[in-house]
């Protein structure tokens, strides 16, 4: 345990708090590798029987990782070769792997901000996973924003939110609240953040045979204070499915152009704001994600971050939204019609020859 993960156990449920406020609990190379160990330790321990992962602030569970760092790393080495770079998206994405297979309930309370990481972190897993959020949850996969695509899985997560609800949300880095993550299938149950104490408490008192089904139970006394139905997504789904499901980006555009209603003049100007290139990139991305599975998916990521720094769009985002704070990133190219099939296709060329991978032994199941 450091000072930026708590750990405890109690009553066989591991209990793992990201505690790096300052920076939104956004994850470092050294917090990847010690929730890696945790994870592993915890896999096969007869004394842990379920995990409960949270943020140590009501403002983030995490704000995803360390993009300073990865600035910083990107531009100390021509064509974004960093070692250290190399290591933190290899080592988070075969925890994010880890994670999916988890044997145990793994159960993600997303009070707060949810973005990159933190989403790698919360919607790993299928049979075993529990994504809890609250009034105050701010989810978003808005790596288009900063010149990156939605990686961490997101190719994969992304791809089976219902009805192009995920194409939406990747290629616009929006972000949602709770009732839309509750209708986009990215998340569970919500709970208030004020009952979050007394969810502690049943925690450490509860003995049935899967916790997630106790929790659920809590979660139902409030089903009235989130309605999904009621969401924004809800209510803009036909929209949405209309415009997101179209072949390319310049399509999408094209059709939200012709459509005069709010929500597309709205997505409208938000896309104007993002990486033209990246997102063309993402809407591939996504599209091939829904014929891979997680193991695939990742791979593919790991070369598509690979070529994201090389080309150097991120960097130039990052500058802009993070760095100099200016919100005036210079995108290379600046337009739609500037992009062409072969800088989109240039993201899947394999970056290693497929036994150097450094995912290779990623596997659909755990042997």
């Not at 929209?239 to 459509?259: N, T």
């Not at 891979?292 to 990521?301: F, I, K, P, V, Y």
């Amino acid at each position: 345990m450091t000072a930026l993960i708590q750990t405890q156990v109690t009553n066989a449920i591991g209990n793992i708090t990201l505690d790096r406020p300052k920076a939104l609990n956004s994850l470092s190379l050294a917090m990847v590798r010690e929730l890696t160990g945790i994870v592993l330790g915890w896999r096969d321990a007869a004394t842990v029987r379920a995990v409960v992962i949270t943020g140590s602030t009501g403002k983030a569970f995490c704000a995803g990782g360390d993009i300073r760092f990865f600035y910083e790393a990107g531009l100390s080495t021509p064509q974004g070769g960093s070692a250290a770079l190399d290591d933190f998206f290899s080592e988070e994405y075969a925890l994010n792997h880890l994670i999916h297979f988890f044997p145990k309930p793994w159960i993600a309370v997303m009070d707060g901000i949810v973005m990159g990481g933190g989403m790698g972190l919360a919607q790993s897993g299928v049979q075993n996973r529990l994504r809890i959020v609250t009034e105050r949850t701010r989810m978003a996969m808005p790596e288009v924003n900063i010149g990156l695509f939605p990686d961490v899985g997101g190719s994969y997560f992304l791809s089976r939110s219902a009805d192009q609800l995920g194409t939406y949300l990747g290629v616009t880095g929006e972000m949602i609240g709770a009732a839309d993550a509750l209708y986009a299938g990215l998340a569970d149950v919500f709970i208030p953040s004020s009952e979050l104490p007394a969810l502690r408490t049943l925690l450490e008192h509860d003995n049935s045979a899967d916790v997630r089904h106790a929790i659920r139970e809590f979660a139902s006394a409030f089903r009235d204070q989130c309605d999904p139905a009621g969401s924004t997504l809800a209510r803009h789904h036909a929209a949405i499915r209309q415009h997101f499901s179209l072949p390319s980006v310049p399509d999408i555009v094209a059709s939200l152009s012709q459509d005069d209603s709010d929500f597309a003049q709205t997505t409208l100007a938000l896309m104007q704001k993002r990486s033209p290139l990246m997102m063309s990139v993402t809407l591939r991305q996504v599209r091939l994600g829904a014929t891979l599975d997680l193991a695939g998916c990742l791979r593919m990521e790991r070369t598509m971050v690979r070529r994201a720094f090389e080309r150097g769009e991120v960097l130039e985002g990052i500058r802009a939204v993070v760095i100099d704070k200016d919100n005036q990133p210079q995108w290379q190219p600046a337009t739609l019609a500037e992009v062409t099939t072969e800088m989109v296709d240039a993201f899947f060329v394999p970056a290693w020859p497929a036994q150097a991978h450094p995912l290779r032994d990623l596997v659909s199941s755990v042997a």
